[in-house]
């Protein structure tokens, strides 16, 4: 078995990368793909603690997009972690976040809330902090009694101390996987929570701008949705994905490699995967102008 989505403390996941090649091992999957939100970092130390084992680290990312007014994520496998132009796009959009982040701590401060960014990274040991970090540091802290008490009335869209994010668009995020000689998919379509007709245009119009597969077995989904994906990717054509999402302490119900109990990803998934590695973009079709994101 593999997974081809978790996260480290690289991004909002509470594991070292060593710690998720441990507990990779452990479960024993043949592969996983490290997928921190928009950056690399932790890629290098998630193979260096791989080395000599059997597990392959697939270098991976997840891209925060915007397609029209809502949110998309975008995962790339088998990116070149070294590509010049690929890393400082990442580092451009790691230091939007940065400065998003450090506005809204500023607005928790003038709404009574103590809270440092600066000390937010040595608590989590991360240099790319969420709105998760912040969540998990005020529920610590005692100022909120649940962690959704936090998106709900104070960082959530509309609430006093939130900041909108430029995210790029799904359009772009896809191609500057592509740059990278990456095969970018589809994250979790069960969380966008789209009407059928919905997902399917995304697929079709994404896929014209460069997608390659899609997450058809994820932790969430449920098994009607897990077999529409699947009828859906077949469809159109989409390279088949999956992966947990593990979080570590973020998501304490997601576990690595099973998901929620029930995740089975089978590695007959990635020699589709790898003969699409630096397959070139598509010739671009004209598209309606793309939507304005709106505070995210």
């Given amino acids: ?9 690289y991004s909002d996941g509470s594991d070292t990368p060593e710690k998720l090649v ?14 921190d939100h928009d950056t690399v970092r932790g890629v290098k130390h998630a193979a260096a603690a791989a080395e000599g ?41 790691c230091f939007i976040r940065e400065e998003r982040n450090r506005k809204m701590c500023a607005r928790l401060n003038i709404m009574g809330v103590d809270i ?25 802290k005692g100022i909120i009694k649940e962690r959704r008490e936090a998106f709900d009335k104070y960082i959530g869209s509309g609430c006093p101390a939130h900041i909108r994010w430029e995210k790029i668009t799904a359009e772009h995020g896809i191609e500057l996987i592509k740059s990278a000689g990456g095969v970018p998919i589809l994250a979790h379509p069960v969380a966008y929570k789209l009407t059928d007709a919905e997902l399917e245009e995304l697929l079709i119009h994404l896929k014209k701008h460069g997608l390659e597969g899609m997450e058809v077995f994820y932790s969430t989904n449920s098994k009607s949705f897990t077999d529409k994906s699947l009828h859906l990717a077949r469809k159109h054509d989409l390279l088949i994905s999956g992966g947990s999402d593990y979080h570590g ?48």
Wanted: aromatic share 6%; hydrophobic share 35%; glycine share 8%.
């Fill in 116 to 140: 440092d960014y600066d000390n937010l990274i040595e608590i989590y040991g991360s240099k790319t902090i969420t709105r998760s970090h912040i969540a998990d540091y005020m529920l610590n």
């Fill in 53 to 93: 084992t059997d597990l392959e680290i697939i270098p991976g990312v997840e891209l925060s997009t915007f397609y029209k007014r809502g949110e998309v994520h975008i995962v790339g496998l088998f990116a070149d972690c070294n590509n010049k132009g690929f890393l400082e796009e990442l580092g451009q959009i």
């Fill in 249 to 296: 302490r973020t998501k304490p119900l997601i576990s690595l490699g099973t998901g929620m109990g029930g995740l089975k990803v089978s590695d007959s998934l990635l020699p589709p995967i790898r003969e699409a590695i630096g397959r070139p973009m598509p010739a671009q079709e004209e598209d309606a102008p793309t939507e304005e994101p709106s505070s995210v």
């Fill in 22 to 35: 441990d507990k990779a091992l452990q479960v024993g999957l043949s592969a996983l793909a490290l997928t």
């Fill in 1 to 9: 078995m593999i997974d081809l989505h978790s996260h480290s403390l």
